[in-house]
Nanobody
Framework: QVQLVESGGGSVQAGGSLTLSCTAS???????MKWIRQAPGKEREFLAH???????YYADSVKGRFTISRDSTKTTLYLQMNNLKPEDTAVYYC?????????????WGQGTRVTVSS
């Protein structure tokens, strides 16, 4: 069983930065680790993933602004978000999956809310 717990969400003004964290247990880092978000009234949107080997991939909408990483113990996943925009307002989820399918999540965290004001 894999457990994921996100933290770090909050309110920020446009142009600001936030760092989200996802603490994983249960060998979650054997999986592809992802950040996915869901804005009000919209479908889930893939943001970034990192593989067991450390390869990363980003959605075009966040490339250059968001950075996915993990600590050396591979138990904490991060999403550094810079130059935030009001359209980044959403609930952000950490997910673990067995493959790189963008929206696949075999395990999900509970989500952390990010609100960006203009």
């Amino acid at each position: 069983q894999v457990q994921l717990v996100e933290s770090g969400g909050g309110s920020v003004q446009a142009g600001g930065s936030l760092t989200l964290s996802c603490t994983a247990s249960g060998r979650a880092f054997n999986y592809v680790m992802k950040w996915i978000r869901q804005a009000p009234g919209k479908e889930r949107e893939f943001l970034a993933h990192i593989t067991w080997g450390g390869s990363t991939y980003y959605a075009d909408s966040v490339k250059g602004r968001f950075t996915i990483s993990r600590d050396s113990t591979k138990t904490t996943l991060y999403l550094q978000m810079n130059n935030l925009k009001p359209e980044d307002t959403a609930v952000y989820y950490c997910a673990a999956s067995i493959d790189e399918s963008l929206l696949r999540g075999d395990y999900w965290g509970q989500g952390t809310r990010v609100t960006v004001s203009s």
